[in-house]
């Protein structure tokens, strides 16, 4: 996993912008065209979120790793926030293909759309907490909050600070999150 972690760190913000973007509007837009098959358009649907789960993976290991040792983030409930979605999903698409009540897996619904929202929130504060060596209140990191919900545009942005953290945190010119008592 370190390989493809580091593919998604080192990554030009335009080269995430071009995977993600090519992946993910050529699912829906290939609706439009009647000789596509639907199991093409889920399989793209299915690596469009393949690919966003990894980067969401790969940045929030990387920001885990740099603050863990000065602030508490909770890096389990993360990748239990990033593993869920992808188990649900398949088992969603195959109950709804079953049945149209939906009333049952409600529940589970609504915990798969917590683990989406919590994905955003734990990397947009991650972020600005290596940024900012202090812990952020939400006025601080709302834009990366949105930025990271219009999933391909905000990678535009998003992605050259995580280049800059990578790069920092493996040059060993300067510490990305300095130590306590240093000013």
Not at 42 to 62: I, N, Q
Request: charged share 10%; net charge positive.
């Amino acid at each position: 996993m370190r390989g493809i972690q580091s593919l998604f760190l080192r990554a030009k913000h335009w080269q995430m912008f071009l995977l993600a973007g090519c992946i993910s509007l050529a699912a829906p837009l290939s609706v439009f065209v009647a000789t596509v098959p639907k199991t093409l358009v889920a399989a793209m649907d299915t690596l469009a979120y393949a690919l966003l789960a990894g980067w969401y993976w790969s940045v929030g290991m990387f920001l885990g790793e740099l603050l863990q040792p000065k602030f508490k983030v909770n890096v389990r409930l993360f990748l239990v926030t990033v593993i869920w979605p992808c188990v649900y999903t398949p088992f969603f698409l195959w109950y709804t293909a079953k049945t149209t009540s939906i009333i049952a897996i409600f529940p589970l619904q609504t915990f798969d759309v917590f683990c989406l929202f919590y994905q955003v929130y734990f990397l947009a504060r991650g972020l600005e907490m290596a940024e900012m060596d202090t812990v952020p209140v939400f006025s601080q990191f709302w834009g990366t909050t949105v930025l990271l919900f219009l999933w391909p545009i905000g990678i535009w942005s998003v992605q050259p600070r995580v280049n800059n953290l990578y790069g920092r945190a493996h040059s060993h010119a300067e510490p990305v999150v300095p130590a306590l008592g240093s000013s």
